[in-house]
Nanobody, 124 residues
Framework: VQLQASGGGLVQTGDSLRLSCTLSPRTSRMYVMGWFRQAPGKEREFVAAFRQGTTYSSDAVKGRFTMSRDTAKTTVWLQMNDLKPEDTAVYYC????????????????????WGQGTLVTVSS
């Protein structure tokens, strides 16, 4: 199983960016897919996740970031609006094939599969 994240870049405060994460092989079935980020010098933190039809997001991005997915459930997107310098980080896509993995556990970063990360830099 591989997760391919893309879409990062350099933007200005207030701009928007959309990240993509594609799962392969397409026959893989993941019960949870989500996004994490790690800013320079900081620990990795939860951003957003889908679990069994429900979307969860952190307080830091709620109202600004929206997670969506395709009907085949092999691609997820993270639409990031009103970006701020504190959103600067490497963003990672993560997924789990466990049907019993709770969102609490997912938020702790206990996912089975991780993408390579894509850098988002927001200038002030």
């Amino acid at each position: 199983v591989q997760l391919q994240a893309s879409g990062g870049g350099l933007v200005q405060t207030g701009d928007s960016l959309r990240l993509s994460c594609t799962l392969s092989p397409r026959t893989s079935r993941m019960y949870v897919m989500g996004w994490f980020r790690q800013a320079p010098g900081k620990e990795r933190e939860f951003v957003a996740a889908f679990r069994q039809g429900t979307t969860y997001s952190s307080d830091a991005v709620k109202g600004r970031f929206t997670m969506s997915r395709d009907t085949a459930k092999t691609t997820v997107w993270l639409q990031m609006n009103d970006l701020k310098p504190e959103d600067t980080a490497v963003y990672y896509c993560a997924a789990s094939s466990s049907a019993v993995l709770t969102i609490v556990t997912m938020k702790k970063g206990e996912a089975e599969y991780w993408g390579q990360g894509t850098l988002v830099t927001v200038s002030s």
